[in-house]
């Protein structure tokens, strides 16, 4: 995934040498960059065995949360995204938690304790290594990703979200959520056009 960094580069260099560049080399670079914010795909299934391809959900808004049993934080997360799924699920809110190194049989148990509203996603390690490091290398957990309904990533969250301990990061993430939910799919794919 090219990062935001080369993208700021190459606007940076298309305005500076704007002059000296082809039509050509500039639709080059703007077809280089046209997918920079693109929430890169993947397939995994649920503990219900249920199968999710995130392309397939483009139309939702889709929440992604890495998270593990053993996090603490990861934990305490649950409750308010139970609250927020069941808010705004028959609004076109999908969460999908990612578990990052439990087996099948370690989340059905885990399951058994802590009540979880929404899916429960699991895969090999080298599925689950490739999509942190699809995701920009998951080094610490928890972190959240907030995909609007046009498949695009509209931020990401590198620490817990509690609505009781860090308030005013809840409410920027609820604020990005309700955000998306309220963006049109037409209007955003109009938007990207016309940026091209």
């Not at 609004?91 to 929404?118: A, C, N, P, Q, V």
């Amino acid at each position: 995934m090219i990062t935001k960094k080369i993208y700021i580069l190459f606007i940076f260099l298309s305005i500076q040498f704007a002059n000296d560049l082809s039509d050509d080399q500039i639709n080059k670079i703007k077809d280089a960059t046209s997918d920079l914010d693109k929430a890169p795909n993947f397939t995994l299934s649920s503990v219900t065995d249920s199968v999710f391809v995130l392309e397939e959900l483009i139309g939702n808004v889709v929440l992604i949360n890495f998270w593990a049993t053993w996090c603490g934080p990861c934990r305490m997360e649950i409750p308010d995204f139970n609250d927020l799924y069941l808010k705004h699920k028959d609004d076109g809110l999908i969460i999908l938690g990612i578990s990052t190194d439990d087996s099948k049989r370690g989340l059905i148990k885990f399951l058994e304790t802590y009540k979880i509203h929404y899916p429960i996603l699991y895969g090999s390690v080298k599925q689950i290594s490739k999509i942190s490091n699809d995701y920009g290398g998951i080094i610490s957990l928890p972190v959240s990703v907030v995909i609007d309904r046009a498949g695009e990533i509209k931020r990401i969250y590198p620490s817990a979200i509690l609505k009781d301990y860090t308030p005013s990061l809840y409410a920027s993430f609820i604020y990005d959520v309700k955000t998306a939910l309220e963006t049109n799919i037409d209007s955003k794919v109009k938007e990207n056009n016309q940026k091209n």
